[in-house]
């Protein structure tokens, strides 16, 4: 590891150890604070953000028009807040490291750390940062595991093993490979790997933590249950995907805790993650989050927005502000017997994208993912997929359980489609040895066409 990066990381992880005192007035006054000093350097530094708030430099939060992937992709160079980079310069860096298999944990010129996202919502991202923007990346992945109660000491190495994407563009590979060290042995594996090698690396590991998407626990979970796996985690914690009930008692079940259901993203890093209670805290000292519905308004809490707008504290090489996703979630209140007070993240539903748009009896109804998890959970031993084809719905399943039939499961998904307003339409399902995966392993769980609305 970079010893100036870990320095640097390991103060953070004070503060923010710190932080987890701090009441409700006190949160809002950081934020109040970091937001005006986040503002200030944007607008110092960036074209775009003088632009796009063009008479509403004094104005509140919630007047600023939100800021979108494309529109940042599409002005990158005048939204970078520096003169040594471009979104040029940046693309080589990133080629020329998934070409030459170099190490992602390294600083690109001694200064930056860059990962791409997968594109799979629409235009690719390419998101950097300097070293202090790092180090709070970094301090925010970390905290999940001590709001776990997991914890590294120089007498107990916290291993982990990393089951997700072995991309080095991918930013858990960045992440993997930075904070890799004798105090945190990490096993990076690759999702996409042979069952039967990413298990023996296990077995041969024995990590404390377990981390990886929901679509790759799941079949782990399965091969420990069938005695071929053999590793005992302190935690296991789930990423980067939507972790469905069921997937959650199975993980349990085979590794006889509940799972940590950490919410982060590429571009913003740890948003929230559970504490041992297992209830979910918005990482609120180091993101504002704003749940809106369809029109940009905020909903009140224990309601699901449409989509989420997060304005990221310690960003100032690229600044995050309202920077819209298209996840859904639901906010609740304060409170909770671990003693936080940071807001609780009731739900992630999802993302608008997983939403299938198919002609219905009075038009065109939207078929959230939860009509298909209530089927298919059940249905497939390790994964499924629902994926849009023209001539109606693709349903792959990763093994079927027993009691379970290909006809069954077509006749299940066809019911659950009527009964959410849809018309028939054809069901083709397929019993697959592998669900298809993005070019960075995930495996979403429902796959829209894309000239979709």
Known sequence: ?????????????????????????????????????????????????????????????????????????????????????????????????????????????????????????????????????????????????????????????????????????????????????????TLRLDVTAPMDENVAALNRFQPRILVGYASALKPLAAEQQAGRLHIAPQGVMSASEVLSPHTASELEAAWGSAPFDVYAATETAGIASPCAYRNRHVYEDLVIIEPVDQAGNPVPAGTTGARLLVTVLFSRTLPLIRYEMSDTVRLDGRGCPCGRSFTLMEDIEGRIEDVLHLPGRTGTVSVHPIVFHDVLDQAAIAGWQVIQVPTGLRVLLAGLTPGQSVEGVRAAVAGALLAAGALDISVDVQVVARLERTALGKAPFVRALKDQP
Do not use: C
């Open 1 to 185: 590891m970079d010893l100036r990066l870990v320095s640097h990381v390991l103060f953070l992880r004070a503060a923010l150890r710190r932080r987890d005192r701090w009441d409700a007035a006190r949160i809002a006054a950081h934020q109040d604070h970091a937001l005006k000093e986040l503002r200030r350097a944007a607008y110092a530094g960036s074209e775009f953000y003088r632009r796009h708030h063009a008479g509403l430099h004094d104005a509140p939060l919630d007047q600023l028009p939100p800021v979108t992937k494309a529109d940042l992709m599409a002005h990158f160079d005048e939204a970078i807040t520096t003169p040594d980079l471009t979104l040029a310069a940046l693309e080589e860096h990133l080629r020329s490291l998934a070409g030459s298999g170099g190490d992602p944990g390294r600083p690109w010129r001694g200064r930056w750390w860059a990962a791409a996202t997968a594109g799979t919502t629409g235009r690719r991202g390419i998101f950097v940062w300097n070293r202090a923007e790092w180090a709070a990346v970094l301090a925010s992945y970390a905290r999940a595991n001590d709001w776990a109660g997991l914890y590294a000491r120089l007498a107990l190495p916290l291993k982990v093993a990393l089951v997700s994407s072995r991309v080095p563009t991918h930013q858990s590979a960045v992440v993997g490979a930075s904070v890799r060290s004798g105090v945190i042995p």
